[in-house]
């Protein structure tokens, strides 16, 4: 890569990660970091209900994705 050019690329991984479900949903945008304490407690109970019901074990497969900008400006 020259200087003050950019390069993007993203890349799919293959697997699943394990997550804790716990950590995984308060670590979402849009439960741990936009609701109040209380309203997370209640999506949470909710959310272990729902997942008791239908995934086994305690760890849950992530599938992720990574996206990343490498940039270098030579001034």
Sequence with gaps: M??????????EVEQDLPAALVRWVR???GVGAS????????FCDELDRVVADRFPGDVLGVPHRVWAVVARYSG
């Design 2 to 11: 020259a200087a003050d050019q950019a390069e993007e690329f993203d890349r």
């Design 35 to 42: 609701l109040p304490d209380g309203a997370v407690q209640r």
């Design 27 to 29: 670590a979402s945008a």
